[in-house]
Protein backbone atom coordinates (compact mmCIF):
# COMPACT_ATOMS: atom_id res chain seq x y z
CA UNK A 1 0.00 0.00 0.00
CA UNK A 2 1.56 3.84 -0.91
CA UNK A 3 1.53 5.67 2.42
CA UNK A 4 1.86 9.59 1.48
CA UNK A 5 4.22 11.58 3.23
CA UNK A 6 3.09 14.71 5.00
CA UNK A 7 6.39 16.02 6.49
CA UNK A 8 9.52 14.86 6.00
CA UNK A 9 12.77 16.10 7.46
CA UNK A 10 16.72 15.55 6.55
CA UNK A 11 19.15 16.50 9.04
CA UNK A 12 17.04 18.94 11.19
CA UNK A 13 18.75 20.61 14.03
CA UNK A 14 18.18 22.87 15.84
CA UNK A 15 20.84 24.68 18.58
CA UNK A 16 20.07 27.59 21.14
CA UNK A 17 23.31 29.29 21.98
CA UNK A 18 23.74 30.14 26.32
CA UNK A 19 26.34 32.37 27.36
CA UNK A 20 28.14 31.37 24.77
CA UNK A 21 27.98 27.76 24.79
CA UNK A 22 25.80 25.98 21.95
CA UNK A 23 22.95 23.29 23.32
CA UNK A 24 22.25 21.03 20.35
CA UNK A 25 18.78 20.24 21.35
CA UNK A 26 17.53 18.65 17.97
CA UNK A 27 20.30 16.66 16.25
CA UNK A 28 20.22 15.65 12.57
CA UNK A 29 16.42 14.19 12.99
CA UNK A 30 15.25 12.43 9.63
CA UNK A 31 11.88 11.57 10.64
CA UNK A 32 8.63 10.76 7.81
CA UNK A 33 5.06 11.78 9.15
CA UNK A 34 2.78 9.28 7.30
CA UNK A 35 -0.66 10.87 5.92
CA UNK A 36 -4.13 9.92 8.15
CA UNK A 37 -1.85 9.22 11.27
CA UNK A 38 -2.08 10.19 14.95
CA UNK A 39 1.53 10.47 15.45
CA UNK A 40 2.14 10.88 19.11
CA UNK A 41 6.36 12.28 20.16
CA UNK A 42 7.11 11.20 23.35
CA UNK A 43 10.16 11.78 25.42
CA UNK A 44 11.89 12.46 28.59
CA UNK A 45 11.69 16.30 29.70
CA UNK A 46 14.04 18.34 27.78
CA UNK A 47 14.45 15.54 25.05
CA UNK A 48 13.21 18.40 22.50
CA UNK A 49 9.74 17.46 21.71
CA UNK A 50 8.34 21.15 22.17
CA UNK A 51 11.22 22.15 19.66
CA UNK A 52 10.21 19.50 17.27
CA UNK A 53 6.87 20.38 16.87
CA UNK A 54 8.02 24.06 16.60
CA UNK A 55 10.06 23.54 13.72
CA UNK A 56 8.05 20.69 11.72
CA UNK A 57 4.75 23.28 11.80
CA UNK A 58 7.03 26.16 10.89
CA UNK A 59 6.51 27.84 13.93
CA UNK A 60 10.08 28.58 14.79
CA UNK A 61 12.95 27.87 12.21
CA UNK A 62 15.85 24.93 12.22
CA UNK A 63 19.76 25.62 12.74
CA UNK A 64 20.34 23.55 9.91
CA UNK A 65 18.70 20.66 8.19
CA UNK A 66 15.46 20.30 5.58
CA UNK A 67 12.02 20.50 6.34
CA UNK A 68 9.09 19.71 3.78
CA UNK A 69 5.34 20.08 4.87
CA UNK A 70 2.38 18.96 2.75
CA UNK A 71 4.87 19.53 -0.24
CA UNK A 72 6.77 23.04 0.72
CA UNK A 73 10.35 23.43 1.90
CA UNK A 74 9.50 25.58 4.89
CA UNK A 75 13.28 26.10 5.97
CA UNK A 76 13.77 28.25 2.92
CA UNK A 77 10.74 30.63 3.58
CA UNK A 78 11.05 34.25 4.04
CA UNK A 79 8.52 34.99 7.61
CA UNK A 80 5.60 35.99 5.67
CA UNK A 81 5.71 33.02 2.64
CA UNK A 82 5.81 31.08 6.03
CA UNK A 83 2.78 32.77 8.11
CA UNK A 84 0.69 32.16 4.57
CA UNK A 85 1.61 28.52 4.63
CA UNK A 86 0.67 28.73 7.85
CA UNK A 87 -2.63 29.82 7.99
CA UNK A 88 -3.26 27.76 5.40
CA UNK A 89 -1.57 24.29 5.68
CA UNK A 90 -1.44 23.92 9.90
CA UNK A 91 -3.34 24.34 12.88
CA UNK A 92 -2.67 24.62 16.37
CA UNK A 93 -3.71 23.36 19.52
CA UNK A 94 -1.43 24.33 22.65
CA UNK A 95 -2.20 23.50 26.20
CA UNK A 96 -2.98 27.01 27.41
CA UNK A 97 -5.58 27.48 24.77
CA UNK A 98 -4.77 31.12 24.03
CA UNK A 99 -7.86 32.30 22.72
CA UNK A 100 -8.86 35.91 22.59
CA UNK A 101 -10.67 37.02 25.77
CA UNK A 102 -12.45 39.72 24.24
CA UNK A 103 -13.83 37.64 21.18
CA UNK A 104 -16.84 35.31 21.42
CA UNK A 105 -16.32 31.32 21.16
CA UNK A 106 -17.34 32.01 17.68
CA UNK A 107 -15.46 35.12 17.01
CA UNK A 108 -12.15 33.37 18.01
CA UNK A 109 -12.86 30.49 15.36
CA UNK A 110 -13.82 32.84 12.77
CA UNK A 111 -10.51 34.84 12.52
CA UNK A 112 -7.80 32.59 10.64
CA UNK A 113 -10.62 32.03 8.19
CA UNK A 114 -11.09 35.67 7.58
CA UNK A 115 -7.40 36.51 6.88
CA UNK A 116 -7.77 33.35 4.13
CA UNK A 117 -7.52 35.46 0.92
CA UNK A 118 -9.58 33.13 -1.18
CA UNK A 119 -13.21 32.66 1.82
CA UNK A 120 -16.48 34.67 1.96
CA UNK A 121 -16.81 35.80 5.39
CA UNK A 122 -20.51 33.87 4.74
CA UNK A 123 -18.35 30.78 4.36
CA UNK A 124 -16.58 31.01 7.06
CA UNK A 125 -19.14 31.75 9.26
CA UNK A 126 -20.82 28.21 7.58
CA UNK A 127 -17.83 26.46 8.64
CA UNK A 128 -17.30 27.68 12.12
CA UNK A 129 -21.21 26.87 12.89
CA UNK A 130 -20.20 23.72 11.81
CA UNK A 131 -17.12 22.65 13.61
CA UNK A 132 -18.61 24.55 17.24
CA UNK A 133 -21.24 21.80 16.87
CA UNK A 134 -18.90 19.14 15.54
CA UNK A 135 -16.42 19.58 18.88
CA UNK A 136 -19.53 20.54 21.09
CA UNK A 137 -20.04 23.75 22.30
CA UNK A 138 -21.73 24.98 19.40
CA UNK A 139 -24.66 26.59 22.46
CA UNK A 140 -21.42 28.20 24.00
CA UNK A 141 -20.84 29.89 20.43
CA UNK A 142 -21.46 33.42 21.75
CA UNK A 143 -19.76 33.31 25.24
CA UNK A 144 -16.46 34.87 25.93
CA UNK A 145 -13.77 32.54 26.70
CA UNK A 146 -14.02 33.46 30.78
CA UNK A 147 -17.80 32.52 30.50
CA UNK A 148 -17.07 28.45 29.54
CA UNK A 149 -15.00 25.92 31.26
CA UNK A 150 -11.77 25.21 30.28
CA UNK A 151 -12.82 21.94 28.46
CA UNK A 152 -14.88 24.48 26.36
CA UNK A 153 -12.26 26.25 25.68
CA UNK A 154 -10.29 23.44 24.92
CA UNK A 155 -12.75 22.42 22.34
CA UNK A 156 -13.29 26.14 20.39
CA UNK A 157 -9.75 25.84 20.04
CA UNK A 158 -10.04 22.37 18.19
CA UNK A 159 -12.60 24.25 16.11
CA UNK A 160 -10.36 27.37 15.95
CA UNK A 161 -7.60 25.28 14.80
CA UNK A 162 -9.67 23.77 12.03
CA UNK A 163 -11.12 26.74 10.26
CA UNK A 164 -9.00 26.74 7.18
CA UNK A 165 -9.10 23.11 6.95
CA UNK A 166 -5.46 22.49 7.33
CA UNK A 167 -3.54 19.18 6.16
CA UNK A 168 -1.98 18.75 10.32
CA UNK A 169 -2.82 19.35 13.59
CA UNK A 170 -0.28 20.27 15.69
CA UNK A 171 -0.87 20.29 19.51
CA UNK A 172 1.40 20.10 22.30
CA UNK A 173 -0.07 18.64 25.85
CA UNK A 174 -3.80 19.83 24.93
CA UNK A 175 -4.92 17.79 28.12
CA UNK A 176 -2.05 19.25 30.45
CA UNK A 177 -4.80 22.07 31.87
CA UNK A 178 -7.77 19.82 32.56
CA UNK A 179 -9.15 17.85 34.99
CA UNK A 180 -8.88 13.81 33.59
CA UNK A 181 -12.29 13.85 32.88
CA UNK A 182 -12.39 16.74 30.72
CA UNK A 183 -9.07 16.01 29.20
CA UNK A 184 -10.54 12.33 28.18
CA UNK A 185 -13.44 14.39 26.22
CA UNK A 186 -11.00 16.73 24.80
CA UNK A 187 -8.93 13.61 23.41
CA UNK A 188 -12.04 11.90 22.52
CA UNK A 189 -12.78 14.28 19.89
CA UNK A 190 -9.09 14.83 18.49
CA UNK A 191 -9.38 10.28 18.24
CA UNK A 192 -12.46 11.11 16.32
CA UNK A 193 -10.92 13.82 14.30
CA UNK A 194 -8.24 11.45 13.33
CA UNK A 195 -10.65 8.41 12.68
CA UNK A 196 -12.20 11.20 10.43
CA UNK A 197 -9.15 11.33 8.41
CA UNK A 198 -7.23 14.45 9.99
CA UNK A 199 -3.72 14.14 10.43
CA UNK A 200 -2.67 14.97 14.10
CA UNK A 201 0.77 15.14 15.67
CA UNK A 202 0.65 16.00 19.27
CA UNK A 203 3.10 15.94 22.13
CA UNK A 204 2.55 14.70 25.01
CA UNK A 205 4.07 13.00 28.68
CA UNK A 206 0.55 11.57 29.55
CA UNK A 207 0.49 7.50 28.61
CA UNK A 208 -3.51 8.06 28.51
CA UNK A 209 -3.27 10.62 25.92
CA UNK A 210 -0.67 8.30 23.99
CA UNK A 211 -3.53 5.77 23.57
CA UNK A 212 -4.91 7.74 20.84
CA UNK A 213 -1.80 6.98 18.67
CA UNK A 214 -1.64 5.12 15.92
CA UNK A 215 2.30 5.96 15.95
CA UNK A 216 4.20 6.41 18.92
CA UNK A 217 7.90 8.82 18.18
CA UNK A 218 10.54 8.81 21.22
CA UNK A 219 13.09 11.11 21.38
CA UNK A 220 15.97 11.09 23.27
CA UNK A 221 18.17 13.71 23.67
CA UNK A 222 17.49 15.61 20.63
CA UNK A 223 17.43 12.42 18.53
CA UNK A 224 15.03 9.69 17.35
CA UNK A 225 15.74 6.78 19.76
CA UNK A 226 12.60 4.27 18.43
CA UNK A 227 9.09 4.44 17.68
CA UNK A 228 5.90 1.86 17.82
CA UNK A 229 2.89 1.42 15.86
CA UNK A 230 -0.74 0.89 16.95
CA UNK A 231 -4.09 -0.28 15.37
CA UNK A 232 -6.85 2.96 15.34
CA UNK A 233 -8.04 3.29 18.98
CA UNK A 234 -10.88 1.72 20.48
CA UNK A 235 -12.10 2.74 24.47
CA UNK A 236 -12.40 -1.02 24.92
CA UNK A 237 -8.50 -1.51 23.89
CA UNK A 238 -7.59 0.84 25.89
CA UNK A 239 -5.66 -0.44 28.63
CA UNK A 240 -3.95 -2.86 27.16
CA UNK A 241 -2.75 -0.01 24.82
CA UNK A 242 -1.51 1.42 28.01
CA UNK A 243 0.40 -1.50 28.94
CA UNK A 244 1.99 -1.65 25.55
CA UNK A 245 3.06 1.70 25.69
CA UNK A 246 4.25 1.99 28.85
CA UNK A 247 6.57 -1.18 28.12
CA UNK A 248 7.92 0.39 25.45
CA UNK A 249 8.54 3.44 27.06
CA UNK A 250 9.91 1.52 30.38
CA UNK A 251 12.06 -0.42 27.37
CA UNK A 252 13.38 3.26 25.87
CA UNK A 253 14.33 3.92 29.77
CA UNK A 254 11.20 6.68 30.23
N1 LIG B 1 13.81 29.43 23.15
C1 LIG B 1 14.76 28.71 23.78
N2 LIG B 1 15.92 29.25 24.15
C2 LIG B 1 16.89 28.53 24.76
N3 LIG B 1 16.77 27.23 25.07
C3 LIG B 1 15.62 26.62 24.72
C4 LIG B 1 14.54 27.32 24.07
N4 LIG B 1 13.52 26.45 23.85
C5 LIG B 1 13.93 25.27 24.36
N5 LIG B 1 15.18 25.37 24.88
C6 LIG B 1 15.94 24.27 25.51
O1 LIG B 1 15.84 23.14 24.67
C7 LIG B 1 15.75 21.96 25.44
C8 LIG B 1 14.54 21.15 25.00
O2 LIG B 1 13.36 21.87 25.30
P1 LIG B 1 11.91 21.36 24.84
O3 LIG B 1 10.93 22.28 25.45
O4 LIG B 1 11.89 21.13 23.39
O5 LIG B 1 11.89 19.93 25.57
P2 LIG B 1 10.64 19.00 25.87
O6 LIG B 1 11.10 17.61 25.57
O7 LIG B 1 9.45 19.50 25.18
O8 LIG B 1 10.56 19.21 27.43
P3 LIG B 1 9.29 19.17 28.43
O9 LIG B 1 8.78 17.76 28.35
O10 LIG B 1 9.87 19.48 29.75
O11 LIG B 1 8.29 20.18 27.94
C9 LIG B 1 15.74 22.38 26.89
O12 LIG B 1 17.04 22.23 27.40
C10 LIG B 1 15.32 23.83 26.82
O13 LIG B 1 15.88 24.54 27.89
Known sequence: MYIMVIIKTKNLSKSFANGGIQNHVLRNIDLEIYDKDFTVIMGNSGSGKSTLLY????????????????GHAIEKMKE??????????VGF??????LVSN?????????????????KPKEV???????????????????????VSGGQCQRAA???????????????????ALNSKIGRQVL?????????GQNI???????????????????????????????????????NRERQILAFLEAKGW
Request: proline share 4%; aromatic share 6%; charged share 25%.
Open 125 to 147: HDQAEELLKRVGVFNEKDRLPSR
Open 188 to 196: NVLTELNQE
Open 80 to 89: KELAVMRRAN
Open 158 to 176: IARALINSPKMIFTDEPTG
Open 201 to 239: LMVTHDVKAATRATRIIYLHDGQINGEMTLEPYTPEQEK
Open 93 to 98: VFQQMH
Open 55 to 70: ALSGMDRPTFGEIMLN
Open 103 to 119: LTLFENVCVSGYLMKNR
